[in-house]
């Protein structure tokens, strides 16, 4: 499936530009930056991040484009749970998580001048989650989603063929599976490259 998906962008990459007013492709590398930090109800905190995602995506359209991409996620955290009468129930742990990434979004095109170029966007985020590393919290792939989906709204600023931009991404599911909890919120920065 992963050559498929790389086959047809090379051969999208390779055809001639002006067969290309329709269509863009693109690669981009974001970082997520965590606007809540805790995650349960029970005291589950998110002490520190570390992250990035980067992958590609496909436009179809022309004024309002169609987009659907593939990417990986790597999420670094320090976790720790203090209960509300302060007692610390462990000390920070760090849990590492590999996320797959299906973005399917709605994109605009607002021409600012001849070489920027405004895009509006909002959609989903599928996030199917691939691993989490051993860690003695117990969270694994039995505590956490396994399947997150984000809501994403933003926009991003294209100048020739390099793109800047912001979103806020908001987690539809909670962050674990097997305890109430509270849905992860981000502010992404993003800079990338589009054909």
């Given amino acids: 499936m992963k050559k498929f998906l790389l086959s047809i962008f090379v051969i999208l990459a390779l055809l001639p530009v002006g067969a290309q007013n329709w269509y863009q492709i693109g690669f981009k590398i974001s970082a997520s930056f965590p ?3 805790m995650y ?3 005291g589950d905190y998110l002490a520190s991040l570390a992250n990035a995602d980067f992958g590609a ?3 179809a359209g ?3 484009y169609g987009e659907i991409g593939i990417g990986y996620a790597f999420y670094k955290g320090d976790y720790d749970c203090t209960l509300s009468d302060g007692t610390t129930l462990f000390e920070d742990e760090r849990v590492e998580l590999r ?3 299906i973005p ?3 994109v605009g095109d607002v021409k600012l001048t001849k070489s920027l170029s405004l895009l509006p966007f909002a959609g989903i985020v599928w996030q199917p989650l691939l691993k989490v590393t051993g860690n003695n919290i117990g969270y694994n792939k039995n505590t956490l989603k396994n399947n997150s989906v984000l809501f994403t709204t933003g926009f991003d600023f294209k100048v020739g063929p390099i793109v800047l931009g912001v979103n806020y991404r908001y987690s539809l599911t909670r962050f674990f599976q097997n305890k109430d909890g509270k849905h992860p919120q981000y502010v992404n920065a993003c800079v990338g490259f589009q054909f």
């Fill in 104 to 106: 399917i979004k709605a």
């Fill in 62 to 64: 022309q004024y309002v």
């Fill in 40 to 42: 349960s109800l029970e």
């Fill in 99 to 101: 996320y797959l990434q």
């Fill in 57 to 59: 995506f496909f436009r």
């Fill in 35 to 37: 606007t809540n930090r």
